[in-house]
């Protein structure tokens, strides 16, 4: 890592920023096994539901962030992972972690599959290509009763056993998606930081600079969001559990915007970002219960004003107020 | 015929009444009218599209909620200003054409198109989700009545049953294209206008005000919009989810027809709209938007630069 580091890191502050991600994320996860204690059914379940679309608001930043693709898919991919395993856990019995890991192949697979000729073209094309499958994947779960259930879903998906522990419990299910959600991002960590997350970040800092360099873009850019989709279907592996009962309505093209506002609105291309986002994409419309149905518009509007002001998210905001603390003279680290 | 499920709005599309299931050629020409009909919709929206994107690199993914939203405000100052319908159209269309034509370009495309083509794009896709949340919330979750001014009724020619509601979209469509079309070509502000679509820096340094055409066709795209969204409701009546299928079908025309011209998104949206229409009769109730969404994937993949496009003008 250090050879590499120090052969193409442009600054000490970058591998500081890093570690301090590293540290978040443990940190975070350490106080988040204690936080549900005393918080009730609904209120773990609001923090469960937080970490899995964490995961696949992360997948998206990927595939956004760092590639610069729209996907329109992500809540299509994680549709599939969600159905996936719930077919394989009720109907053919499998346990959840092959379910799981099966999930998020298939995601994988199809996202290599829809993005080759997308990206064949122009990168914009795959905003059409993910936005037609979207459709596609909604129809197909809507209208094929007998796989999927149609308009009526499936339910009684089983929670996953840990090593001969259950975890029926809201608790216990909280703290078994918070350490698969923790393994998902230190997963992503890695990549970003090993010689494929570095060339990753070139590609995204200047294309044609990287490509002059042996970067293969479209090899990468590719890989990025099959990556980005396989964590959308590992996300809907964790989902469907975590409700029990699975329809298509969460799935459909709006769920897919909602996802790719709460990427830009945590701050898309920083790690920490989709954690933010998730927490205001999930956690704010129970703050803004009090407003009715009108959440929806309130988050959208404030994403608008952010992407007006900081189209760097809140972590960007963050990153600029804290770097014009510590050093007036110097900005735009990111 | 293939078995068909209850699709409330949808089944309106249908014309049950004009049907008749002895004559297959009568069936296929009714169809055939009703998809050109909703295929000229698609086309107006497709239009506004490529114009906003050419002009500003702007992938407005609002687009369905701006053929959605008008038939709402104009319900709106019907239902909350007590106007007679004709004023509550013209009060309608003008809040909306100064709202999201003006507005859209100052407010969000503005201070946005400095950062780039990407963060714009995810703007508009939380402007379609406030517009439709809007539209729920504020006016009404119910799909509601929206008076047609064209005649509605249905007359037999040589054994053909043809709706005059459909036909008269289609030439009211067909001449506000025809008009854009004598507009761009034809008159010196058009041409002006063509030429920023085409190089907004060659354009600059020929003295061409650009902000201005670049305004121009945001408000051209508002006023197309509304001139669909009021085509439209009378048929599939005015809802805030209308947007989604419209929206989709409007992309799917812009690309099929090569995203960079008039007449592109004009066959692109007629095409669409009668595939739409007749695999709707022919195939499946439930797949009929599977149908396009195929032919948008072929097209990509056989033809990326559109049927009509030419692949050197595409620029991103």
Redesign the interface.
């Known amino acids: 890592m250090s050879s590499l580091a120090s052969a193409t890191t442009p600054s000490r502050g970058l591998m500081r920023r890093i570690d301090g991600v590293f540290l978040t994320l443990v940190l975070g996860a350490a106080i988040l096994w204690f936080v549900p204690i005393g918080m009730g059914r609904y209120g773990t379940y609001v923090l469960s539901l937080w970490m899995v679309m964490s995961i696949a608001v992360m997948g998206l930043n990927l595939t956004?962030g760092y590639a610069?693709l729209?996907s329109l898919a992500q809540a299509a991919f994680m549709g599939i992972g969600a159905y996936t395993t719930a077919l394989l856990t009720t109907k053919l019995g499998l346990n959840w972690y092959a379910s799981f890991l099966l999930s998020g192949a298939g995601c994988f697979a199809l996202g290599l599959v829809l993005g080759f000729?997308?990206l064949r073209?122009?990168?914009?094309?795959l905003?059409?290509?993910t936005?037609?499958f979207s459709?596609?994947v909604w129809?197909v779960l809507?209208?094929e009763q007998w796989l999927t259930g149609g308009v009526f879903g499936l339910s009684n998906i089983p929670r996953p056993t840990f090593f001969g522990l259950k975890t029926d419990g809201a608790l216990a299910f909280h703290r078994f998606t918070l350490v698969i959600t923790l393994i998902l991002a230190l997963a992503l960590w890695w990549m970003i930081r090993s010689p494929w997350g570095r060339a990753f970040l070139a590609l995204r800092e200047n294309p044609i600079r990287a490509a002059s360099l042996g970067v293969n873009i479209r090899t990468y850019t590719l890989l990025a969001f099959a990556i980005g989709s396989a964590y959308a279907g590992f996300a809907g592996a964790l989902y469907a559990p975590l409700v029990e009962f699975i329809d298509p309505s969460p799935f459909a093209?709006?769920a897919s915007?909602?996802l790719?506002?709460m990427v830009?609105a945590g701050g898309s291309g920083y790690q920490l970002g989709p954690f933010v986002g998730a927490l205001l994409g999930v956690v704010l419309p129970e703050w803004l219960r009090f407003t009715?149905?009108?959440y929806?518009?309130v988050?959208?509007?404030i994403?608008?004003m952010l992407?007006?002001a900081c189209?760097q998210g809140v972590i960007g905001l963050v990153e600029r107020g804290w770097l014009a603390l510590r050093r007036p003279g110097k900005g735009g680290a990111a | 015929m293939v078995t068909r499920q209850p699709e409330p709005l949808r089944a309106r599309l249908r014309l049950p009444f004009l049907v008749d299931q002895e004559k297959p050629m009568a069936e296929f020409l009714a169809y055939l009218i009703a998809g050109l009909a909703t295929g000229a919709i698609y086309a107006l929206a497709a239009i506004g599209f490529t114009l906003v994107w050419q002009t500003s690199q702007t992938i407005n993914f609002a687009q369905g909620e701006f053929v959605m939203l008008p038939a709402i405000l104009v319900l709106a100052s019907a239902q909350f200003l007590g106007l007679p319908m004709a004023m509550a159209v013209l009060v309608g269309i003008v809040a909306f054409i100064l709202l999201f034509g003006f507005g859209f370009k100052k407010v969000i495309v503005d201070p946005m198109i400095r950062h780039g083509v990407l963060p714009l794009a995810i703007a508009t896709m939380a402007l379609s989700i406030v517009m439709k949340e809007g539209a729920k919330d504020g006016f009404s979750a119910e799909a509601q009545r929206f008076p047609s001014f064209l005649p509605a009724e249905t007359i037999t020619f040589a054994g053909i049953s043809i709706s005059l509601q459909h036909v008269a979209i289609i030439v009211v469509a067909c001449l506000a294209i025809l008009g854009l079309q004598w507009f761009v070509t034809g008159t010196r502000l058009g041409r002006q206008m063509q030429a920023t679509a085409q190089n907004p820096n060659v354009a600059l340094i020929l003295g061409i005000p650009v902000a201005q055409m670049v305004m121009l066709t945001f408000l051209i795209n508002a006023g197309l919009a509304a001139l669909a969204s009021v085509l439209i409701s009378p048929i599939y009546l005015a809802k805030f989810s209308n947007g989604e299928v419209i929206g989709l079908f409007a992309f799917i025309a812009a690309i099929v027809g090569g995203f960079n011209q008039v007449r592109g998104a004009l066959a692109g949206g007629l095409i669409v709209g009668v595939i739409d229409s007749l695999a709707a009769a022919y195939i499946s109730t439930s797949y009929r938007l599977a149908v396009p969404l195929v032919l948008l994937v072929v097209i990509i993949l056989v033809k990326p630069e559109g049927l009509f496009g030419r692949p050197e003008e595409r620029r991103v």
């Open positions: 956004l610069g729209k000729p997308a073209v122009k990168a914009h094309y905003a059409f290509v936005l037609a459709t596609l129809l809507r209208n093209l709006s915007f909602f790719l506002l830009v009715g149905g009108i929806l518009i988050f959208a509007s994403v608008v992407l007006i189209p």
